[in-house]
């Protein structure tokens, strides 16, 4: 073990290549390696926007443009599908991503006195 010194401050640092290594990994016999953790991915969450009966259809269409990168065409058919199917889905994202958009997007609609709902639905 060497020991050094950076900045008023000691490290001690081991050698891992000697057979007091080896010895920690081996017990009876048998080469222990340690686990990987098992990685999955995230879930997905969407954003479903609702319709109500106030706010203008060209304000939900700049809001889709605004939000969730649509283009004129899209947000125009998904501002029609949250119209006549009463909600529709924005987006799908990881929980925090689709939580900040919905948050942003009643924000933005709350500044511009319009009620606009958004909820975030776990995707299964």
Not at 5 to 17: A, G, K, P, R, V
Not at 24 to 40: C, D, F, R, T, Y
Not at 66 to 92: E, I, P, Y
Not at 94 to 107: P, R
């Amino acid at each position: 073990m060497a020991t050094v010194t950076i900045d008023h401050l000691s490290f001690d640092i081991e050698n891992h290549s000697g057979s007091e290594d080896q010895e920690k990994h081996h017990q009876g016999g048998v080469a222990v390696a340690p686990a990987k953790p098992e990685l999955k991915r995230p879930s997905l969450y969407r954003v479903v926007m609702l319709n109500d009966d106030f706010t203008p259809m060209d304000f939900v269409v700049e809001v889709l443009q605004k939000f969730f990168g649509m283009d004129l065409d899209k947000a125009t058919q998904t501002m029609l599908q949250v119209h006549t199917r009463g909600k529709a889905n924005c987006g799908t994202y990881s929980k925090d991503v689709a939580e900040t958009k919905a948050a942003q997007v009643m924000g933005f609609a709350r500044d511009h006195e319009h009620p606009l709902m958004c909820e975030v639905e776990r995707v299964d």
